[in-house]
């Protein structure tokens, strides 16, 4: 809820988010999926962002911030941490009958990062008109993208077509946009391409550059699942930051990417060929 409060017009003096998350935390102590360490990572990555948005502040305080940043961002999304005790809701189901077994947590730890970077760092869409105007612009492109991603991966063989409609399809498209994409999204375009097209904007390539840059970067943090796995990810970054640097809203590549992993989800092998 705290997620979906990120995008709520209402703005009290406190953020509903805020509040929200405040009660996740309550809740996760006392059920015993959190630590009181958590506090640690969590006030950290909070305050490190908040201290990164101001312009004002010394460059190199500015810069120390942003590898703090990146620091818990990938320590939180990697599960590092050992204060998380995330509850695990699928346990090894076979989504597609020629796919790997599939595991699916509820990831606290990942989720706060899309969280905060989003909730301090970014502008968001709160009104009909934006949200209408963005979908206009990103729809129909999305489309071709995922069509032409899909036609590839079919082709090379990476997934069989396999049309499907699994039980647990409402805990994953709750878990998959709130929970996988909305951070990835965060920390990948909104944080690390954002900031470098800043980084390189006196650069004749700038642009590209930060996009490229992100998206290998996007790539590396699913090479868990393969070096083949990494190479689609890194091609899926780019469309990913392509609809971002487009758009200039974290919501369009949000919207790519949950589209794409649904499409993935309900047509074809998930979540990889066994």
Same mark, same amino acid.
């Given at each position: 809820?705290?997620?979906? +409060?990120?995008?709520?017009?209402?703005?009290?003096?406190?953020?509903?988010?805020? *509040?929200?998350?405040?009660?996740?935390?309550?809740?996760?102590?006392?059920?015993?999926? $959190?630590?009181?360490?958590?506090? +640690?990572?969590?006030?950290?990555?909070?305050?490190?962002?908040?201290?990164?948005?101001?312009?004002?502040?010394?460059?190199?305080? %500015?810069?120390?911030?942003?590898?703090?940043?990146?620091?818990?961002?990938?320590?939180?999304?990697?599960?590092?941490?050992?204060?998380?005790?995330?509850?695990?809701?699928?346990?090894?189901?076979?989504?597609?009958?020629?796919? *790997?077994?599939?595991?699916?947590?509820?990831?606290?730890?990942?989720?706060?990062?899309? $969280?905060?970077?989003?909730?301090?760092?970014?502008?968001?869409?709160?009104?009909?008109?934006?949200?209408?105007?963005?979908?206009?612009?990103?729809?129909?492109?999305?489309?071709?993208?995922?069509?032409?991603?899909? &036609?590839?991966? %079919?082709?090379?063989?990476?997934?069989? !077509?396999?049309?499907?409609?699994?039980?647990? $399809?409402?805990?994953?498209?709750?878990?998959?946009?709130?929970?996988?994409?909305?951070?990835?999204?965060?920390? !990948? %375009?909104? !944080?690390?391409?954002?900031?470098?097209?800043?980084? +390189?904007?006196? !650069?004749?390539?700038?642009?590209?550059?930060?996009?490229?840059?992100?998206?290998? &970067?996007?790539?590396?943090?699913?090479?868990?699942?393969?070096?083949?796995?990494?190479?689609?990810?890194?091609?899926?970054?780019?469309?990913?930051?392509?609809?971002?640097?487009?758009?200039?809203?974290?919501?369009?590549?949000?919207?790519?990417?949950?589209? &794409?992993? &649904?499409?993935?989800?309900?047509?074809?092998?998930?979540?990889?060929?066994?």
């Amino acid at each position: 809820m705290a997620v979906v +409060f990120l995008w709520i017009p209402y703005k009290p003096k406190i953020p509903l988010w805020i *509040i929200t998350f405040a009660l996740a935390c309550i809740f996760g102590l006392v059920s015993k999926q $959190l630590d009181m360490y958590a506090v +640690f990572p969590i006030f950290t990555l909070a305050y490190a962002l908040h201290y990164f948005k101001q312009k004002n502040a010394p460059l190199v305080w %500015r810069v120390i911030a942003s590898i703090v940043i990146l620091l818990l961002s990938c320590g939180l999304g990697a599960h590092l941490f050992p204060y998380f005790h995330n509850l695990k809701v699928l346990s090894n189901v076979a989504i597609s009958q020629d796919g *790997i077994p599939f595991t699916l947590y509820l990831n606290y730890d990942k989720t706060i990062v899309g $969280l905060f970077i989003l909730g301090l760092t970014q502008p968001l869409l709160t009104k009909k008109t934006e949200w209408l105007a963005v979908c206009k612009q990103t729809i129909p492109m999305a489309i071709k993208f995922i069509f032409i991603l899909v &036609l590839l991966a %079919r082709l090379a063989g990476e997934v069989h !077509f396999d049309p499907k409609l699994p039980a647990c $399809l409402p805990i994953w498209l709750i878990t998959n946009l709130l929970f996988v994409c909305v951070a990835e999204e965060a920390i !990948f %375009r909104g !944080f690390i391409q954002k900031n470098l097209a800043v980084v +390189f904007i006196n !650069f004749k390539w700038g642009n590209l550059l930060a996009l490229v840059i992100a998206s290998l &970067l996007f790539g590396f943090a699913h090479y868990a699942g393969g070096i083949a796995y990494s190479i689609w990810g890194t091609i899926a970054g780019l469309g990913y930051g392509w609809f971002f640097q487009k758009t200039k809203q974290i919501e369009s590549s949000i919207l790519v990417h949950f589209s &794409l992993n &649904l499409v993935h989800f309900l047509l074809f092998t998930y979540p990889a060929l066994g």
